[in-house]
């Protein structure tokens, strides 16, 4: 197909006008209705801008031919997907925050009443993005097990080299955060004593490196999200209704198991006050998550 086809064949899938596409590239609807004649070609910008709109590779719009390689998202899993990894990331944003002003407003000297209400704001709000966006999401699972595949090649292409780019950049903002903190902290000797206490200075120091996690979490959720988001039929496979109980059973352990290690971080965080040891919670729930899983393998065979 030619480009013309295939920007009114995209056009039309927008239920989009000449004179609406035109108003969208501040162009005339003379311009467009020669864009899809073929007497006339967009300029790189309006290329650029046009496979951007309507989510297409520039070869799709180019050189492809839309009608064939265009299968329906008919159940709205793209949106979906999207929909959840924000939420997600935003969750998990929030909840990392609230932890960053815990130790922040403990470094500054403010009231520790004051500090955990803060703190528990911030998880108030994480955990009900979390439970709303979950349940959403299950039902929409509920609702649609299984999703014919309709992604590109060259889409799924364009996005896995992306993938690397949000690896990449949340693992320099956390090491970031390590070279910030171990500066800081070496000059704990000549700035503590004149200013604060050593433990609001260290509390300060790793509210700085908790920053830095804040933003870099979000980036590798969203690129694992995403990346799992283009494997439809893993998504099949995953929510298929006749899944081995084994799976399921794995599935039900795994989370149970991380549920708990949240569980001892909040209660030897606030009833013990010893947020240094509280997170070896998270590292004991994955050995055990990997004993159950080998467990599980073994009974299968």
């Given amino acids: ?15 989009m006008t000449q004179e609406g596409l035109a108003e969208f590239m ?11 004649s073929d007497t006339a070609f967009p300029e790189t910008d309006k290329l650029i801008t046009l496979s951007e709109y309507f989510d297409c590779t520039l070869d799709e719009l180019i ?19 999207n929909s959840f990894t924000r939420s997600i990331c935003l969750g998990t944003a929030t909840v990392l925050a609230g932890v960053t002003a815990l130790l922040l ?25 979390f439970i709303v966006s979950g349940i959403r999401h299950g039902n929409y699972v509920k609702e649609n097990p299984n999703i ?6 060259e889409r799924i292409k364009a996005f896995r080299n992306k993938f690397p780019v949000f690896i990449a950049s949340g693992t320099v903002l956390v090491l970031l955060g390590v070279i910030t ?14 200013v604060m206490t050593e433990e609001s200075f260290d509390a300060l120091c790793t509210a700085l490196l908790l920053l830095c996690v804040t933003v870099a979490a979000p980036l590798f959720i969203y690129g694992g999200m995403q990346y799992a988001k283009y494997d439809v039929e893993g998504y099949n496979r995953e929510n298929n209704p006749d899944k081995p109980f084994a799976e399921k059973l ?3 352990i795994s989370g149970g198991i991380m549920l708990a290690a949240t569980i ?13 040891l509280c997170w070896i919670g998270y590292a004991i729930g994955g050995v055990l998550i990997g004993i159950v899983s080998c467990i599980l393998n073994v009974v299968k065979k």
């Fill in 1 to 15: 197909m030619s480009l013309g086809t295939n920007i009114q064949f995209y056009r039309k899938q927008k239920n």
């Fill in 26 to 36: 501040n162009v005339s609807r003379q311009t467009v209705s020669k864009w899809e």
């Fill in 63 to 81: 050189k492809g031919s839309a009608e064939e390689s265009f299968t329906e998202d008919t159940a709205g899993y793209d949106k979906e997907m």
């Fill in 105 to 129: 407003t403990t470094g500054l000297g403010l009231d520790e009443a004051i500090a955990t209400a803060i703190f528990m704001l911030f998880v108030a709000v994480g955990a009900a993005i």
């Fill in 148 to 153: 014919k595949p309709f992604y590109s090649e």
């Fill in 181 to 194: 903190l171990t500066v800081m902290q070496s000059f704990v000797g000549k700035v503590v004593p004149d």
């Fill in 250 to 252: 794995m599935s039900a």
């Fill in 264 to 276: 001892v971080l909040f209660i030897m965080g606030f009833c013990f006050d010893n947020w240094e």
